[in-house]
């Protein structure tokens, strides 16, 4: 008789993967006029299917940034940025990822919202949960909301790419020096070779909201690696 071996940590995730089929888009926002997937079905998922291999996932948060901007009606809309920490275990071996997370509310509510915003994408990312349609929560709403919020695209009034916003910079400002503290490496050279990928950029005013989107995704992924690398070496 076969003795059956103990699967390890990534091995558990992939098992995990498996049970996670495309989930269909059954949130509806009527306001704006999108479908789009909601929290409780990923979170549902996820939660099914990495019991059913013995992990767990235990998130942690960190305010990056959180303003407050006049609302179209005379109120205001509170904003809140925060990078998630995302530590996967099997109770013997850990594995940690990141991912940022934007929330929008008049109240206190910005902060959940921009918690659970980091976590449903982070299981979008770690599982590759996909839908067949395009997902407009992939793009950004205004007013100018921060860089990973379950938001959609509004047409601008004005021609020509919405400009790079004050909490983007200071999102990716953030990620610079949390990168180069990781790596050991100079902040200007850090920041040069992230900006120089999009169309050769010197400096973040030169910009678009699109553009700073893209590099805040690839600088949020060389983190969450170097945390990865760092937790493996200790």
Known sequence: ???????????????????IGPIGKDGNNSFQKYRFQSE???????????????IRIIP?????????????????????????????????????????????????????????SAQKYFYKQLFNITDKDEDP???????????????????SQTPGPEPITPQQKDTLSKLFNA???????????????????VNGATSMDQLNHKQAQEIVSVATKKLNKLVTEGKETA
Do not use: W
């Open 1 to 19: 008789m076969t003795e059956e071996k103990e699967l390890n940590l990534i091995q558990k995730l992939n098992e995990a993967s498996k049970h």
């Open 40 to 54: 409780t079905a990923i979170k549902y998922a996820v939660e099914s299917a990495i019991r059913e291999v013995g």
């Open 60 to 116: 942690q948060y960190e305010v990056i940034n959180q303003y407050d901007k006049a609302s179209k009606r005379g109120g205001e809309n509170h904003f809140v940025d925060v990078m998630g920490t995302f530590t996967i275990t099997d109770g013997e071996n850990t594995v940690v990822g990141t991912m940022p997370g934007s929330g929008q509310d008049s109240g206190e509510k910005a902060m959940a919202k921009a918690c659970t």
């Open 137 to 155: 929560d992939a793009d950004d709403s205004h007013p100018g909301g921060g860089f990973g919020g379950a938001t959609s695209t509004q047409v």
């Open 179 to 197: 990168i180069a503290g990781k790596a050991k490496v100079d902040l200007n050279v850090v920041a040069t070779s992230f900006l120089k990928q």
